[in-house]
T-cell receptor, first 116, second 114 residues
Framework: NAGVMQNPRHLVRRRGQEARLRCSPM?????VYWYRQLPEEGLKFMVY????????ESGMPKERFSAEFPKEGPSILRIQQVVRGDSAAYFC??????????????FGPGTRLTVT | KQEVTQIPAALSVPEGENLVLNCSFT??????LQWFRQDPGKGLTSLLL?????REQTSGRLNASLDKSSGRSTLYIAASQPGDSATYLC?????????????FGQGTILTVHP
């Protein structure tokens, strides 16, 4: 059973370009979470999705960031018009259907975004 | 707002020592608590998950305890080895947020020297 897959592992974008980060959850997992780790800072929650539905986007910046988890295919975190402050490691996690709060999030290797 | 604090920020010990990492959280209404390990430039590896109704979990040389009422957890590592060197992260779900949202501490950087 393959783990959580993220690609690309490293992404370089110039200011103003778009960045698309992909996450394929573990087989059988229907819930996906995105986190961001800025340099010298801790991991911060961004968004929680299940297929075709956003459950909690309280950690998403108000502008330029969006996320989706379509019925088919990977979850996508999209950053439009990137700025240097977007440079960070972006981690995706997945879990099976939560039952009464018991679930475990499994993390992917991350995508390291560098904005030049 | 849930806040998670980890103490110490860094720890350096000789091989073979037993050690304790501490985690505290401000809102005790959590669903569960998870301990992770992160190696430099890598992703997170889940070590232990404790449900809110549990007091402790064990896996090999690792033992994690949870005192929900006081907002504390400890990760005990027995007979430390150089391969244990990594950043250890504590994260909680709940505490006024959706159960899917993990709130992380800043981590404890552990170095075990031979």
């Amino acid at each position: 059973n393959a783990g959580v897959m993220q690609n690309p592992r490293h992404l370089v974008r110039r200011r103003g370009q778009e960045a698309r980060l992909r996450c394929s959850p573990m087989k059988g997992h229907s819930h996906v979470y995105w986190y961001r780790q800025l340099p010298e800072e801790g991991l911060k929650f961004m968004v929680y999705l299940q297929k075709e539905n956003i459950i909690d986007e309280s950690g998403m910046p108000k502008e330029r960031f969006s996320a989706e988890f379509p019925k088919e295919g990977p979850s996508i975190l999209r950053i439009q018009q990137v700025v240097r402050g977007d440079s960070a490691a972006y981690f995706c996690a997945s879990s099976p259907l939560p039952r009464q709060g018991f679930y475990e999030q499994y993390f992917g290797p991350g995508t390291r975004l560098t904005v030049t | 707002k849930q806040e998670v604090t980890q103490i110490p920020a860094a720890l350096s010990v000789p091989e073979g020592e037993n050690l304790v990492l501490n985690c505290s959280f401000t809102d005790s209404a959590i669903y569960n608590l998870q301990w992770f390990r992160q190696d430099p430039g890598k992703g997170l590896t889940s070590l232990l998950l404790i449900q809110s109704s549990q007091r402790e979990q064990t896996s090999g040389r690792l033992n994690a305890s949870l005192d929900k009422s006081s907002g504390r957890s400890t990760l005990y590592i027995a007979a430390s080895q150089p391969g244990d060197s990594a950043t250890y992260l504590c994260a909680v779900s709940g505490g006024g947020t959706s159960y899917g949202k993990l709130t992380f501490g800043q981590g404890t950087i552990l170095t075990v020297h031979p």
